[in-house]
């Protein structure tokens, strides 16, 4: 991917953000080397030291494209509260892209039904959601998120923690407390 964006157009305005507990670190000398390029000329950003859920909002921008491979929603105690977050901040016309384990995440819902993480995202009224299920045989799933003319921020259903194992990521298990 770095071959890519350095092949880019140079007047194309492309910009990232990365928002990481810690600093990041690469492997290849390549690879670290674009990306201080990048960040010399002002394309990519990182926010270190500080958890997503505190970074302000004015430091995220409005986002066309969110993604969250193995990200905040796969380790965070509150994946309501990033989800929300996410949602806020996101361009109308923009997309969240999420990829994580189907079965680390289960949620029993006001009325007792157990769900996985993407029957709770379906559940969030004015988004569209689209699963990209690699299989059937696999524990990953891809889902793609979009606001409708529909969307209200704090459609978001509140959750509870009840358990939390160790594990990457670890193994979750939550009770929706209220439905906005």
């Not at 990200?71 to 969240?96: F, Q, T």
Request: proline share 7%.
């Amino acid at each position: 991917m770095m071959d890519y964006m350095e092949a880019r157009n140079e007047n194309q305005t492309a910009r990232g953000i990365a928002v990481s507990y810690t600093e990041p670190h690469f492997s290849s000398k390549k690879v670290q080397s674009a990306f201080n390029k990048f960040q010399r000329e002002d394309r990519f950003k990182v926010i270190s030291g500080v958890y997503f859920e505190d970074v302000p909002k004015n430091a995220l921008g409005s986002p066309k494209l969110i993604t969250d491979l193995y990200g905040v929603i796969s380790y965070s105690s509150a994946p309501d509260v990033i989800l929300s977050r996410y949602l806020d901040i996101l361009d109308p016309e923009g997309s969240i892209y999420i990829y994580t384990r189907r079965i680390n995440t289960l949620i029993r819902s006001l009325d007792g039904v157990e769900m996985d993480f993407f029957d709770y995202v379906k559940s969030i009224p004015g988004i569209q959601v689209v699963k990209n299920n690699p299989g059937p045989f696999t524990p990953y799933i891809s889902i793609q998120i979009h606001r409708t003319e529909q969307f209200k921020s704090g459609n978001v259903p509140a959750l509870k923690l009840l358990k939390m194992t160790d594990g990457a990521p670890p193994v979750r298990r939550y009770r929706v407390i209220r439905v906005h």
